[in-house]
Protein backbone atom coordinates (compact mmCIF):
# COMPACT_ATOMS: atom_id res chain seq x y z
CA UNK A 1 0.00 0.00 0.00
CA UNK A 2 2.84 2.66 0.83
CA UNK A 3 3.79 2.39 -3.04
CA UNK A 4 0.76 2.84 -4.05
CA UNK A 5 0.23 5.88 -2.05
CA UNK A 6 3.41 7.48 -3.25
CA UNK A 7 2.36 6.85 -6.88
CA UNK A 8 -1.10 7.85 -5.97
CA UNK A 9 0.57 12.07 -4.97
CA UNK A 10 1.14 12.54 -9.04
CA UNK A 11 -2.33 11.90 -10.14
CA UNK A 12 -3.06 14.22 -6.84
CA UNK A 13 -1.15 16.92 -8.54
CA UNK A 14 -2.03 16.52 -11.80
CA UNK A 15 -5.68 16.93 -11.10
CA UNK A 16 -4.38 20.27 -8.71
CA UNK A 17 -2.90 21.46 -11.70
CA UNK A 18 -5.45 21.08 -14.18
CA UNK A 19 -7.92 23.07 -11.18
CA UNK A 20 -10.05 19.63 -10.65
CA UNK A 21 -10.03 20.37 -6.74
CA UNK A 22 -12.48 17.81 -5.92
CA UNK A 23 -10.81 15.16 -7.72
CA UNK A 24 -7.95 16.61 -5.77
CA UNK A 25 -10.12 16.29 -2.28
CA UNK A 26 -10.93 12.84 -3.49
CA UNK A 27 -7.14 11.59 -4.19
CA UNK A 28 -6.17 12.83 -1.20
CA UNK A 29 -8.72 11.07 1.02
CA UNK A 30 -7.84 7.74 -0.99
CA UNK A 31 -4.37 8.36 -0.12
CA UNK A 32 -4.85 9.05 3.38
CA UNK A 33 -7.03 6.25 3.93
CA UNK A 34 -5.07 3.68 2.31
CA UNK A 35 -2.02 4.98 5.12
CA UNK A 36 -4.61 3.25 7.86
CA UNK A 37 -4.80 0.44 6.01
CA UNK A 38 -1.16 0.08 5.85
CA UNK A 39 -0.90 0.55 9.24
CA UNK A 40 -3.40 -2.59 9.76
CA UNK A 41 -2.17 -4.80 7.59
CA UNK A 42 1.81 -4.56 8.51
CA UNK A 43 0.52 -5.34 12.17
CA UNK A 44 -2.10 -8.03 11.48
CA UNK A 45 0.10 -9.69 8.88
CA UNK A 46 3.15 -9.09 10.52
CA UNK A 47 4.92 -7.25 7.55
CA UNK A 48 6.27 -5.31 9.27
CA UNK A 49 10.23 -4.54 8.78
CA UNK A 50 12.42 -1.19 9.59
CA UNK A 51 12.35 -0.83 5.79
CA UNK A 52 8.85 -0.60 5.82
CA UNK A 53 8.04 1.60 8.91
CA UNK A 54 10.77 4.18 7.49
CA UNK A 55 9.42 3.80 3.67
CA UNK A 56 5.62 4.29 5.34
CA UNK A 57 7.03 7.13 7.60
CA UNK A 58 8.77 9.26 4.51
CA UNK A 59 5.53 8.59 2.02
CA UNK A 60 3.77 10.08 4.91
CA UNK A 61 6.10 13.30 5.00
CA UNK A 62 6.11 13.34 1.25
CA UNK A 63 2.45 13.49 1.01
CA UNK A 64 2.16 15.95 3.68
CA UNK A 65 4.42 18.17 1.96
CA UNK A 66 2.78 17.86 -1.71
CA UNK A 67 -0.14 18.78 0.22
CA UNK A 68 0.72 21.82 1.95
CA UNK A 69 3.03 22.87 -0.95
CA UNK A 70 -0.36 22.79 -3.00
CA UNK A 71 -2.30 24.27 -0.59
CA UNK A 72 -0.21 26.99 -0.25
CA UNK A 73 -0.51 27.95 -4.05
CA UNK A 74 -3.95 28.50 -2.95
CA UNK A 75 -3.99 30.39 -0.04
CA UNK A 76 -0.43 31.19 1.48
CA UNK A 77 -1.75 31.18 5.02
CA UNK A 78 -0.63 27.33 4.78
CA UNK A 79 2.68 28.31 5.40
CA UNK A 80 2.33 28.13 8.81
CA UNK A 81 1.04 24.06 8.63
CA UNK A 82 4.34 23.19 6.85
CA UNK A 83 6.73 25.43 8.82
CA UNK A 84 5.11 22.94 11.47
CA UNK A 85 5.34 19.72 9.91
CA UNK A 86 8.91 20.82 9.01
CA UNK A 87 9.82 21.65 12.67
CA UNK A 88 9.05 18.13 13.96
CA UNK A 89 10.63 16.46 10.74
CA UNK A 90 13.84 18.69 11.39
CA UNK A 91 13.60 17.67 15.41
CA UNK A 92 12.99 13.64 14.42
CA UNK A 93 15.83 13.55 12.16
CA UNK A 94 18.41 15.07 14.90
CA UNK A 95 16.68 12.99 17.21
CA UNK A 96 17.83 9.92 15.19
CA UNK A 97 21.26 11.65 14.32
CA UNK A 98 21.90 11.77 18.00
CA UNK A 99 21.22 7.99 17.80
CA UNK A 100 17.95 8.35 19.90
CA UNK A 101 14.92 6.73 19.40
CA UNK A 102 12.61 8.99 17.53
CA UNK A 103 9.10 7.44 18.56
CA UNK A 104 6.03 8.22 17.66
CA UNK A 105 3.90 9.12 20.51
CA UNK A 106 0.12 9.18 20.44
CA UNK A 107 -0.54 12.82 20.45
CA UNK A 108 2.01 13.08 17.28
CA UNK A 109 -0.69 10.33 15.56
CA UNK A 110 -3.55 12.62 16.42
CA UNK A 111 -1.84 15.36 14.82
CA UNK A 112 -1.53 13.54 11.70
CA UNK A 113 -5.21 12.98 11.72
CA UNK A 114 -6.33 16.07 12.23
CA UNK A 115 -3.68 17.34 9.26
CA UNK A 116 -5.26 14.89 6.85
CA UNK A 117 -8.89 15.92 7.28
CA UNK A 118 -7.68 19.14 6.99
CA UNK A 119 -5.75 18.40 3.55
CA UNK A 120 -8.88 17.17 2.40
CA UNK A 121 -11.70 19.34 3.66
CA UNK A 122 -9.27 22.18 2.40
CA UNK A 123 -9.16 21.11 -1.07
CA UNK A 124 -12.90 20.39 -1.02
CA UNK A 125 -13.59 23.51 0.31
CA UNK A 126 -11.15 25.42 -1.87
CA UNK A 127 -13.98 24.82 -4.60
CA UNK A 128 -15.92 27.47 -3.14
CA UNK A 129 -13.26 29.82 -1.86
CA UNK A 130 -9.86 29.48 -0.76
CA UNK A 131 -10.09 31.51 2.14
CA UNK A 132 -13.50 30.02 3.48
CA UNK A 133 -13.46 30.91 7.43
CA UNK A 134 -12.96 27.09 8.29
CA UNK A 135 -10.01 26.44 6.20
CA UNK A 136 -8.80 29.54 7.96
CA UNK A 137 -9.95 27.95 11.41
CA UNK A 138 -8.20 24.45 10.65
CA UNK A 139 -5.09 25.79 9.64
CA UNK A 140 -4.36 27.90 12.92
CA UNK A 141 -5.60 25.51 14.86
CA UNK A 142 -3.77 22.86 13.11
CA UNK A 143 -0.32 25.02 13.84
CA UNK A 144 -1.14 25.10 17.53
CA UNK A 145 -1.39 21.70 17.65
CA UNK A 146 1.79 20.79 16.06
CA UNK A 147 3.51 23.48 18.68
CA UNK A 148 2.09 21.06 21.33
CA UNK A 149 3.11 17.98 19.53
CA UNK A 150 6.89 19.46 19.04
CA UNK A 151 7.32 20.70 23.12
CA UNK A 152 6.26 17.23 23.74
CA UNK A 153 8.70 15.24 21.38
CA UNK A 154 11.41 18.16 22.90
CA UNK A 155 10.69 17.01 26.25
CA UNK A 156 11.11 12.73 25.19
CA UNK A 157 14.15 13.25 23.60
CA UNK A 158 15.47 15.38 26.50
CA UNK A 159 14.29 12.93 29.05
CA UNK A 160 15.63 10.26 26.59
CA UNK A 161 19.03 11.96 26.86
CA UNK A 162 18.85 12.32 30.54
CA UNK A 163 18.46 8.66 30.99
CA UNK A 164 21.21 8.23 28.35
CA UNK A 165 24.04 10.24 30.32
CA UNK A 166 22.38 8.38 33.63
CA UNK A 167 23.51 5.23 32.54
CA UNK A 168 26.47 5.53 30.50
CA UNK A 169 28.28 7.81 32.95
Not at 36 to 48: C, E, I, R, S, T
Request: hydrophobic share 45%; charged share 15%; aromatic share 14%.
Amino acid sequence: FTTLRLVCVIPMILSFQSGNLLVTAILCASIGCTDKLDGWAAKYLNGASEFGKRFDAGTDKLFALVCNVLLCLLNPVFILNLIGEMEISSLNLYARFKHQNPETIYLGKVKTVTLFLEYCLSFFLATLSPYHPLILTMILSNFVFQQVVLKKYIQLYQKQKEEFKQYHI
